[in-house]
């Protein structure tokens, strides 16, 4: 009969990829580790060394070694730099321990009671000083992007208030100078909870992974950042902007609105307003697929100027939560340029039910969707839904 060491050594990858597998599963942040081939690589890597170690040490009656600390320190760092939360670590910690119990206690066709002691009081006695090599290798890296979180803010704040200073405190930072940037404002609909107080550097951190651009944390429910832009064309000013954006709303799990601006150093103060007036006239998403410009959102800020106008097209478009789906019909509609195959696949829906739809909302307001006064009002009326403007529970009012 086999003893436990040699069963266990010949299962260590078996058990590796189960592990992983359970992360994955199981813990939310571990969910991008399965389409990021790179990450997969580092923590299966991790999940066959210390498996592998632990069998060949505990065989041998030896404790972790100074290189094995190391080793597990350098994972722990790894870890910091991948973005994954203290919470995270902490439950993966967690499970990693109740697994290795697992395997050594449930490994199939071990007679060897002597070695299964071994095994576990190898386990027990090593467990902590693991924990705090890794702990402590995550929470250097963890320390270390939290002080680099500070100073972008930093440079962000100087960057906003059109300091000269600003580009000597980049040039520090080895973060690359643009003499154009996207500014972008981000509204985030639900504010963070004030208790316990978020940390910003903490919440900005993960975006160190991907985007090191000067950001700032301006106020619970917005963030700030200056992405580089080459010129002062909106369109790829929004195209560079997205994917931090999509970032964020992942990380603050609430829904996001963005407004970007083109700006120039010396005059980013006067972008950024209008930047954040942007924001807050644009439709807020939990994955956001857009960075509003001006172009997008003209009519929208023009309405929000003028309340009795503002008031007029509200009092129209109320009538549209009289029939299922409208607003959401008409989103659709519009984003697919009216094309019917295109919204009814959109909207899972067959083009019959579309053109119901679409009837029941002229039925209702007296408008056709399909014509250019349709466009310019019902277009208008479903961004300012979408932006969360209008509070359509209250009392009708009287159209001018």
């Known amino acids: 009969m086999k003893g436990i060491f040699e069963l266990l050594g010949n299962q260590v990858e078996t058990n590796a990829r189960s592990a992983v597998d359970r992360y994955v599963r199981e813990l939310s942040e571990y969910h991008r580790v399965k389409d990021d081939r790179r990450l997969y690589g580092a923590v299966m890597d991790f999940a066959v060394f210390i498996r592998r170690r632990s069998v060949d040490l505990a065989e041998a009656g030896q404790p972790l070694l100074a290189d094995d600390l190391a080793a597990i320190t350098a994972a722990g760092r790894q870890r910091g730099t991948a973005g994954f939360t203290a919470a995270s670590q902490s439950n993966?910690?967690?499970?990693?321990?109740?697994?290795?119990?697992?395997?050594?206690?449930?490994?199939?066709?071990?007679?060897?009671?002597?070695?299964?002691?071994?095994?576990?009081?190898?386990?027990?006695?090593?467990?902590?000083?693991?924990?705090?090599?890794?702990?402590?290798?995550?929470?250097?890296?963890?320390?270390?992007?939290?002080?680099?979180?500070?100073?972008?803010?930093?440079?962000?704040?100087?960057?906003?208030?059109?300091?000269?200073?600003?580009?000597?405190?980049?040039?520090?930072?080895?973060?690359?100078?643009?003499?154009?940037?996207?500014?972008?404002?981000?509204?985030?609909?639900?504010?963070l909870p004030p208790r316990p107080k978020p940390?910003?550097?903490?919440?900005?951190?993960?975006?160190?992974?991907?985007?090191?651009?000067?950001?700032?944390?301006?106020?619970?429910?917005?963030?700030?950042?200056?992405?580089?832009?080459?010129?002062?064309?909106?369109?790829?000013?929004?195209?560079?902007?997205?994917?931090?954006?999509?970032d964020l709303a992942a990380i603050t799990e609430r829904p996001c609105a963005a407004g970007t601006v083109p700006g120039r150093v010396g005059d980013l103060a006067a972008a950024a307003a209008l930047a954040r007036r942007i924001s807050q006239v644009a439709p807020a998403e939990h994955e956001p697929d857009h960075v509003y410009t001006m172009a997008d959102v003209f009519v929208e800020l023009g309405l929000a100027q003028l309340p009795p106008v503002d008031t007029w097209l509200y009092g129209l478009t109320r009538t549209l939560l009289g029939g299922p789906d409208l607003v959401t019909?008409?989103?659709?509609?519009?984003?697919?340029?009216?094309?019917?195959?295109?919204?009814?696949?959109?909207?899972?829906?067959?083009?019959?039910?579309?053109?119901?739809?679409?009837?029941?909302?002229?039925?209702?307001?007296?408008?056709?969707?399909?014509?250019?006064?349709?466009?310019?009002?019902?277009?208008?009326?479903?961004?300012?839904?979408?932006?969360?403007?209008?509070?359509?529970?209250?009392?009708?009012?009287?159209?001018?």
Do not use: C
Request: no cysteine; net charge positive.
């Open 199 to 246: 940390n910003p550097g903490a919440l900005i951190e993960p975006l160190l992974r991907r985007h090191r651009v000067p950001v700032l944390w301006r106020q619970p429910d917005e963030f700030v950042a200056l992405v580089p832009a080459s010129g002062t064309d909106q369109d790829r000013a929004a195209e560079r902007a997205l994917p931090l954006v999509r």
């Open 92 to 191: 993966a910690l967690t499970m990693h321990t109740s697994l290795m119990l697992r395997e050594i206690t449930e490994v199939p066709g071990a007679g060897d009671m002597d070695g299964l002691l071994s095994m576990v009081g190898w386990l027990s006695s090593q467990a902590g000083a693991a924990r705090s090599a890794y702990v402590l290798g995550y929470q250097e890296e963890r320390a270390r992007l939290l002080s680099v979180a500070d100073v972008l803010q930093s440079l962000a704040r100087k960057l906003l208030a059109d300091e000269p200073a600003a580009s000597g405190l980049a040039r520090s930072l080895g973060v690359t100078q643009s003499d154009d940037y996207a500014v972008t404002v981000v509204r985030i609909e639900s504010p």
């Open 329 to 400: 019909t008409l989103d659709a509609f519009y984003r697919a340029d009216m094309s019917r195959l295109r919204t009814a696949a959109a909207l899972h829906i067959h083009p019959r039910t579309l053109d119901y739809r679409l009837q029941r909302v002229r039925s209702l307001t007296g408008v056709d969707p399909a014509t250019v006064r349709g466009i310019r009002m019902l277009s208008a009326a479903v961004a300012r839904i979408r932006a969360g403007a209008w509070d359509l529970a209250r009392p009708q009012p009287d159209n001018p």
